[in-house]
T-cell receptor
Framework: EPEVTQTPSHQVTQMGQEVILRCVPISNHLYFYWYRQILGQKVEFLVSFYNNEISEKSEIFDDQFSVERPDGSNFTLKIRSTKLEDSAMYFC?????????????FGEGSRLTVL | DAKTTQPNSMESNEEEPVHLPCNHSTISGTDYIHWYRQLPSQGPEYVIHGLTSNVNNRMASLAIAEDRKSSTLILHRATLRDAAVYYC????????????FGGGTRLMVKP
């Protein structure tokens, strides 16, 4: 069964460092998403991406965040200068073309720990 | 966005049916009712969705009230592997629309 894969599974970084989280969405999907989940809290939407541009973003997705689809297979989330409060599990998801039936397929997540 | 209300937690015995309720009294005509679940230490996973009619798939059934202001996710025989947080989410029928997760219902399954 096709799946969304994410790397790294866990990253530890120092505050102020740049971090790139990588995702390989399901190959024929066209919509891509990043979500995050701080420990013990809700899953929060960050950004959605379609046709090489951001289609929606939340208030959390400020100037320190960026997304890119550099090579047609990877989908990356960059955090420019990490803060302690960026520590969370980051989930990538993708979905296909269908509107209401376009279920999101989530990856296993990348745990980011900012020290 | 229209909001959903779910109990914080529910308990079930293994091998018994589980009915997980969801209220969405402000649902609009273009909102689809989606259910996802999140197993411990995993990403969310699609379970089922519907608009007006009841739906069945290999994982579960979805019963939607006639006025669409509530719905119930039915797991026909709970297993230990079904212990998870279940999210009821309203989603507009538009391609690529994102999901907004609430707190969900934490289902505990007792052997």
């Amino acid at each position: 069964e096709p799946e969304v894969t994410q790397t790294p599974s866990h990253q530890v970084t120092q505050m102020g460092q740049e971090v790139i989280l990588r995702c390989v969405p399901i190959s024929n999907h066209l919509y891509f998403y990043w979500y995050r989940q701080i420990l013990g809290q809700k899953v929060e939407f960050l950004v959605s991406f379609y046709n090489n541009e951001i289609s929606e973003k939340s208030e959390i997705f400020d100037d320190q965040f960026s997304v890119e689809r550099p090579d047609g297979s990877n989908f990356t989330l960059k955090i420019r200068s990490t803060k302690l409060e960026d520590s969370a599990m980051y989930f990538c998801a993708s979905s296909g073309l269908a509107s209401n039936t376009g279920e999101l397929f989530f990856g296993e997540g990348s745990r980011l720990t900012v020290l | 966005d229209a909001k959903t209300t779910q109990p914080n937690s529910m308990e079930s015995n293994e091998e018994e049916p589980v009915h997980l309720p969801c209220n969405h009294s402000t649902i609009s005509g273009t909102d689809y009712i989606h259910w996802y679940r999140q197993l411990p230490s995993q990403g969310p996973e699609y379970v089922i969705h519907g608009l007006t009619s009841n739906v069945n798939n290999r994982m579960a059934s979805l019963a939607i009230a006639e006025d669409r202001k509530s719905s119930t996710l039915i797991l026909h025989r709970a297993t230990l592997r079904d212990a998870a947080v279940y999210y009821c989410i309203l989603r507009k029928g538009r391609a690529g629309n994102m999901l907004t997760f609430g707190g969900g219902t934490r289902l505990m399954v007792k052997p």
